[in-house]
């Protein structure tokens, strides 16, 4: 995968709060958080030496990655296929519920 790759090589994962952007490879390279106007906690999307990431993935490069949303949802899937076999990744943020001490 590239330094810096086409926006159009990323997926959108959200849960109305904050956002994170995951490549085709399984690179989460942006995501704010706990809101969408907080500062970014990985954000290689804009610095790539020094703006962090998080990857999963296969070892090596022998893969075909493919990411795609479940029909009728904003569920992300990133698949991997390997000589070995297939894997699939589905990173999701979840929403946290305050709640009262009682």
């Not at 970014?40 to 070892?59: M, N, Q, T, Y």
């Not at 795609?68 to 569920?75: E, G, K, M």
Request: charged share 25%.
């Amino acid at each position: 995968m590239d330094r810096y790759p086409p926006i159009a090589e990323h997926g959108l994962i959200d849960d109305l709060q904050n956002a994170a952007l995951v490549t085709t490879d399984g690179t989460v390279d942006w995501w704010c958080c706990p809101r969408y106007d907080s500062p970014s906690v990985f954000a290689s999307l804009l610095d790539h030496d020094k703006g962090g990431r998080f990857h999963i993935g296969p070892e090596g490069h022998d893969y075909v990655a493919r990411q795609l949303y479940f029909p009728d949802t904003a569920i992300l899937i990133t698949r991997f296929m390997t000589p070995d076999g297939v894997g699939e990744a589905c990173p999701s943020i979840n929403r946290r519920r305050a709640h009262s001490g009682t």
